[in-house]
């Protein structure tokens, strides 16, 4: 199981992220949109295309542009369509499951 966590707060939770260049992207059923609020800010991947980001804001702290995701990713990267990547300070943690014995 892996977990964005900020302040605290997870934001995203999934069995499977796609790692595409060091980075964890999350499916978008696993996503707390909640925390999540689009920006204005885009960037341009040459492989992957247009980026979109989001601030991300927990208990009244805002951290701009934390997120990001390709809504309409090139046919190279489809595969990580409408998931979310996050950083700026966004802890991607791996979780086991606790056995009870």
Known sequence: MMRAVWNGTVLAEAERTVVV???????P??????????SRTRSLCFWKGLAR????TVAG?????????????????RKIKNHVAFWKGVV?????PQVHR
């Open 61 to 77: 702290q805002t951290n701009p542009d934390a997120a990001w995701s390709y809504p309409h990713p090139s046919p190279l990267a």
């Open 53 to 56: 980001y989001y601030t991300v």
């Open 21 to 27: 260049e060091g980075n964890h992207y999350f499916p």
């Open 92 to 96: 991607i943690e791996e979780v086991t």
């Open 29 to 38: 059923e696993s996503l707390h949109r909640e925390y999540l609020t689009e």
